[in-house]
């Protein structure tokens, strides 16, 4: 696997950028430790401020609402979910503008992903907890408990399971009720990101060993 990288010469952050987000193929959403909300435009390859965040809001992850589940909304369909190190999660409109903010995990919110149908979202914590909730902010259920921080989750293909991770390994957890999760170990060092192609069903995931690995397809 080959990355393609470019360095600006005046870098638009003033501080650590913790999380960035598509918005389209050729657009990108950026924040950090600045408390500001940039938007990349990947052909012209310019660089606006949208907004600037709470200055008590540090984010940690940013997930638009998928196209799909835009396309069916009529109203408040452009927003992003943030994260943040203050335990709360956040639906942020396209123009930078807060529409809810929600007590989510005790300590920091590590990750956040909307359903791919965008009917319910899944938070993770440095509590160990894995959250599922409902668009408009209701807790529905926990769906896992671990002894250390949660640094990321993701959705089944079908949104009908949850992966996340647990120090070195990953596991994944049906929604189905009395469903046994399925558990490996994935790195040799603390794993911070999972993603689940909801196209191919492959689940790529990189940690602390600094590796990035693609296993194989999962059935579910």
């Known amino acids: 696997m080959r990355f393609k990288t470019s360095l600006l010469n005046k870098p638009k952050h003033t501080d650590l950028v913790s999380c960035v987000g598509w918005m389209s193929p050729d657009e990108v959403y950026s924040c950090g430790d600045d408390q500001q909300l940039l938007q ?24 638009w609402l998928p196209k799909t589940a835009m396309q069916k909304s009529k109203v408040g369909s452009e927003v992003f979910l943030l994260t943040a190190a203050d335990g709360k999660f956040y639906i942020v409109g396209r123009s930078g503008r807060t529409d809810k903010a929600v007590e989510a995990h005790r300590g920091a919110v590590l990750a956040g992903r ?7 979202l899944v938070t993770a914590g440095e509590d160990g907890l894995v959250k599922i909730w409902s668009r408009s902010g209701m807790l529905r259920s926990t769906l896992a408990q671990v002894p250390v921080p949660v640094y990321g989750a993701a959705w089944a293909p079908d949104s009908d399971a949850v992966i996340y991770t ?8 049906p929604l189905a009720p009395n469903s046994k999760p399925i558990q490996w170990k994935a790195h ?33």
């Open 166 to 173: 647990s120090g070195y390994n990953l596991i994944i957890k």
């Open 40 to 63: 990349w435009n990947l052909l012209s390859g310019e660089t606006t401020k949208v907004s600037d965040l709470p200055k008590d809001v540090y984010p940690l992850d940013l997930h």
């Open 188 to 220: 040799d060092g603390v794993i911070l990101k999972v993603a689940w192609n909801p196209n191919t069903g492959l689940i790529l995931s990189g940690g602390e060993d600094t590796r990035l690995l693609e296993p194989v397809e999962m059935g579910m």
């Open 114 to 120: 909307w359903s791919h149908d965008g009917a319910g």
